[in-house]
Each structure stands twice: as structure tokens, then as C-alpha cells.
């Protein structure tokens, strides 16, 4: 044990693995280094909670999504699309894509919101292998797969609310179902995943990270910037090994 044994008590905690798809792991749209390694500790950590205490997310993009860089032109993954930037747009000149399925207007509103968007390489597309659970997890009995990111004018990181704020109905199906501590796994440990557990820990969950079911993107201080804001919320960072079922 790392530090202290942590107690699963099945009537109210709950695991909840975030996006854990091929489309993150190698070979995969958006791949997370070692992002594979993570599925047998995610097995077992899902086999410690009964069925009906086991909850997914899936992240999954129509093309020509606002996140995507393609639905752009001449802008690479990686941009950092800014509020600023996008308000020196017009609708005779601009940088949006013809397929891209929003406007000028909705990216604008958007951007104005969140202040800027991280425009990603072509990853979870519906209708793509690489989009669904990863195929060593689909056969796990579950309370439900909540898809989420499925609106093309608005990104969601978090398996509780999109980027505008706006719920999935994860938070309250956790609360119905007399949820009062999760443990969250799945990819990545500095977007999907941290932004999962502070969410969660904003709307009164007691939450655990497993950091050694999870992987970073790592993007420049997102890493450092997400361990920060996980200690500031509360959310206790631990090791499968601590999970001790009662």
C-alpha cells in the first residue's frame, strides 16, 4: 500500500471509467502515450465495484465538430483557438471549414465562454472502431455508457457537464442511485479524467483519481496545472493497489 487502505463500500461508492477507447491509446486519433497500458489496471479496478456501481463515459465527435482542427483551414492540431483571435473573423473571412457543422456566430459565442479551444487531431468520430468502449471492456456489465461531445458547437471534457457548463445527467444519475464517493479511471489524467473529478468533487462527491488506471496528454503544464486543481478540490490521488473491497 502507498499510504492508507481505502475501503470500497459497495452501497454507495462507485467507479466511473472515463473514455477508456482506442481512439486515446496508440494507433488511435488522439493518442496518449502508454494509454494501453492502463486497461488490465482498469479491469481490475472495475471488478471491485458490483455491476450496478460501474458507470462509463465515451467521448464521441460528429465530423466537422468545433474541437476538431480539420474543421478548420490551415490551422494544426494543437492550435490554441482563442476567443480573441476568432473575433477578428468575419463571415467573409474566416477559417472555418465548409463541412464544419457550426457557425461563425456559435464558435464565437462559444469561445466567448470557455476563452479558448485546444483544436485536436480527427479522434472519436462516430461511426469509427476506434469510437467505442475498448473491446476488452465492452462485455463488463454496467449501470450505464454515457456518451458525451456529441453537440458540434460545444467541446466536453468532463463526463458531468460540457464545456458551457451544461449537465449530462451523470451527476444526477449518481445521486438517484445514492452515489456518495467515486473512484475515477480512463484517459486522459490532465483533460477528460481531471476535469471529470473536479466536477464531480463541485457537486458534493467525495472522489478518488486512481493515477495508475490513467494517462496524460501532456501538453505544456497541463499536468502540473490539473495535480494543482485536483489538491485545491479536494480529490484525493491514489493507487489501485490502496482499493481494499469490504
Not at 475501503?7 to 488511435?28: E, K
Not at 454515457?146 to 451544461?166: I, Q, W
Request: with cysteine; proline share 7%; aromatic share 8%.
Amino acid at each position: 500500500m502507498t499510504n492508507q487502505a481505502v475501503l470500497i463500500d459497495p452501497a454507495t461508492d462507485a467507479v466511473v471509467n472515463v473514455d477508456v477507447q482506442p481512439t486515446f491509446m496508440p494507433g488511435g486519433g488522439l493518442p496518449v502515450a502508454d494509454g494501453h497500458l492502463i486497461i488490465p489496471v482498469v479491469q481490475r479496478v472495475t471488478l471491485l465495484f458490483p455491476a450496478h456501481r460501474r458507470y462509463f463515459t465515451l467521448d464521441k465527435h460528429p465530423a466537422g465538430h468545433i474541437s476538431l482542427a480539420s474543421s478548420y483551414d490551415g490551422l494544426a492540431p494543437g492550435t490554441k483557438l482563442t476567443f480573441e483571435e476568432a473575433m477578428k473573423w468575419t463571415v467573409d473571412d474566416h477559417k472555418i471549414a465548409p463541412h464544419a457543422r457550426f457557425t461563425l456566430a456559435e464558435l464565437q459565442g462559444y469561445l466567448g465562454f470557455v476563452h479558448f479551444q485546444i483544436l485536436w487531431p480527427d479522434h472519436g468520430i462516430f461511426g469509427a472502431a476506434e469510437s467505442r468502449l475498448h473491446p476488452d471492456l465492452d462485455d463488463a456489465p454496467c449501470r450505464i455508457v454515457l456518451v458525451k461531445g456529441s453537440d458540434p458547437c460545444c467541446d466536453s471534457y468532463s463526463g458531468l457537464s460540457d464545456n458551457l457548463g451544461r449537465p449530462t445527467g451523470l451527476g444526477q444519475l449518481l445521486r438517484e442511485d445514492g452515489v456518495k464517493r467515486l473512484f475515477l479511471t480512463g484517459l486522459a489524467f490532465d483533460f477528460c479524467v481531471g476535469f471529470t473529478a473536479l466536477d464531480a468533487a463541485k457537486e458534493g462527491f467525495e472522489v478518488f483519481l486512481v493515477e495508475d488506471a490513467t494517462r496524460p496528454v501532456a501538453l505544456p503544464g497541463t499536468v502540473e496545472k490539473m495535480r494543482a486543481d485536483l489538491a485545491a478540490a479536494g480529490v484525493r490521488v491514489i493507487q489501485s493497489e490502496d482499493l481494499v473491497v469490504a
